[in-house]
């Protein structure tokens, strides 16, 4: 198998079972080995590498916790921004789009650079195979064509900085093309292939982009069930597809798991396959020269982190998790320790610095924000115990996992525009969720004696963290217009924010 610079390898066997993490080899290549840890004390339920059905992981959760709960008028259920989405308009799309297929060469140069890392799903090495038939179809019909029309669109998209700074008055780019891909689906979506789904796994792909999760969800949902037939029996997926149809497989886990974080939505039941699908390996190089990179690190990456975020909602979150400080003890040291392990199995590449400096590659902005996401959540049942209680606080241990809380916190909301623009295209809406999550906890903080005291030693000083707030509330005012449910959230900070101040005298 022919694998381009920088991609990695997976040794033998590359399924990872809910007891099982992947760890980096002194080569490069990676191996599975047994997660560490067990034997601690606690029941591990089924498949805690999967988002538990009911959680309390979702940001608008946060609005029911003491002193938070104090900054909004009225309470806001959780299944508000479902119910919001739900009610949204349509996108309208143009059934005759005018297509510029002149000069097509800049965004299929961009994808492959900028966009195809965060995905890994569609191959450098064939490209050209899939162009060719696509212009013989005149780009009318078939698989390739709705291929190439969504890699021009996410392309296209790549080249223009942040949705959220477009003039309202304009059309998003890659709009043109992804009207064009969008009449092609009806028929793709017919047919259980390994191509139509990595068709309508693009598509959801350009949804998120442009802030529209609840359609990228139904497409996922199309893409789930070609997967789950193609998957369930020996002989279904065609040979030499074997690689595209694991990687549109992850890349399907990925989202949904991104959406059931935030959204009460059925699951597809895609996962019952995560233990029996492989990790991707490296596409076969086809033709002597791809037009890009098999650019594989970030995509494996964030397919550990994912199942570590998933363990942390099984574990902490989850109907059945710890009620007390004391029984999260020793979960809380676990996931921590994995997650240290999984930065510490990142390439030298990947590696992102802990300090505060503002970094030049997007791959290591996203994935030190996912990072610093992770830990925050991990730590969060802290910071309730201490604002349910304030006496809680004079547990030095659990002073100490506040500070890892909130310094994590402070991490992911410092710089807050420069490091929400690096995964624009395709973190957008889960990022402003995040962010959100966030910073009311940083708020809820500030309005208590001891959370206060330990911000102080985090910052310069508690001015500082009115700045921070003040630059996310900004920020999230620019997505407002973008969903509704990121317009509630900019409403419920920007109140919070205003009761915020006139409950500490400011």
């Known amino acids: 198998m022919a694998l381009s610079t920088g991609t990695p390898s997976v040794n033998g066997g590359t399924t990872m079972s809910n007891d099982e993490v992947m760890v980096q080899n002194e080569n490069g290549t990676f191996s599975i080995l047994p997660a560490p840890g067990h034997g601690l004390g606690w029941t591990i339920p089924t498949n805690i590498s999967t988002m538990p059905k009911i959680h ?11 002193l938070i709960c104090d900054l909004v008028q009225r309470p806001y259920d959780p299944q508000i921004l479902l119910s919001l989405e739900m009610a949204r308009s349509p996108l309208v799309l143009s059934k005759t789009p005018c297509l510029d297929l002149s000069n097509t060469s800049p965004y299929i140069e961009a994808f492959f650079a900028k966009v195809n890392v965060w995905y890994a799903c569609v ?59 969008w009449g092609l689906l009806p028929a793709l979506m017919m047919r259980s292939s390994v191509l139509s789904a990595q068709c309508t796994i693009l598509a959801s792909a350009y949804l998120f982009y442009l802030v529209r999760p609840l359609e990228a969800w139904t497409l996922l949902s199309s893409t789930s069930t070609k997967l789950q037939l193609l998957l369930s029996a020996p002989g279904r997926i065609p040979a030499g597809q074997k690689e595209l149809c694991e990687r549109v497989y992850w890349n399907s886990l990925l989202f949904e798991s991104d959406l059931l974080a935030e959204l009460d939505l059925p699951h597809s039941g895609i996962v019952q396959f995560e233990e029996n699908v492989g990790l991707p390996g490296g596409f076969v190089q086809e033709e002597e020269e791809g037009v890009g990179r098999d650019e594989l690190w970030y995509f494996l990456a964030e397919i550990a982190l994912r199942r570590l975020l998933n363990r942390v909602s099984q574990l902490i979150y989850s109907k059945d998790s710890m009620s007390s400080t004391q029984s999260l003890e020793p979960v809380v ?17 990947l590696q992102f610095p802990y300090n505060r400096s503002l970094l030049q590659d997007p791959v290591q902005t996203v994935l030190r924000l996912r990072y610093f996401a992770c830990r925050t959540i991990i730590y969060r049942p802290y910071i309730l115990a201490v604002l349910d209680n304030e006496q809680a ?6 002073r100490e996992n ?7 916190a402070i991490r992911q909301l410092e710089h807050i525009t420069a490091q929400s623009h690096a995964g624009h295209v395709p973190y957008l809406w889960q990022g402003a969720l995040s962010i959100i999550s966030q910073t009311l906890l940083i708020m809820g903080a ?32 620019r997505y407002a217009h973008l969903a509704p449910s990121l317009g509630l959230g900019a409403e419920i900070l920007r109140e919070a924010e205003m009761r915020r101040r006139a409950y500490l005298g400011g």
Request: aromatic fraction near 8%.
């Open 393 to 398: 606080a004079m547990d030095p241990s659990v």
């Open 333 to 349: 040291a676990e996931l921590d320790f994995q997650l240290a392990q999984w930065y510490e199995s990142l390439p030298q590449a």
């Open 56 to 66: 309390t992981n979702a940001a608008l959760h946060l609005l029911q916790w003491p």
């Open 446 to 477: 500030t309005m208590s004696p001891s959370l206060s005291g330990i911000l102080s030693t985090l910052v310069p000083h508690l001015d500082a963290v009115d700045a921070i707030i003040n630059d996310v509330v900004v920020e999230i005012e």
């Open 123 to 181: 191959n450098p090495f064939n490209w050209r195979s899939h162009y060719r038939i696509a212009l013989s179809n005149g780009f009318r019909e078939g698989p390739e064509s709705c291929i190439v029309l969504l890699v021009l669109a996410l392309g296209q998209a790549s080249c223009s900085g942040s949705i959220s700074r477009l003039p309202s008055n304009e059309d998003p780019p890659g709009l043109t093309y992804f009207a064009a891909a």
């Open 402 to 408: 506040c500070r890892k809380c909130l310094e994590a």
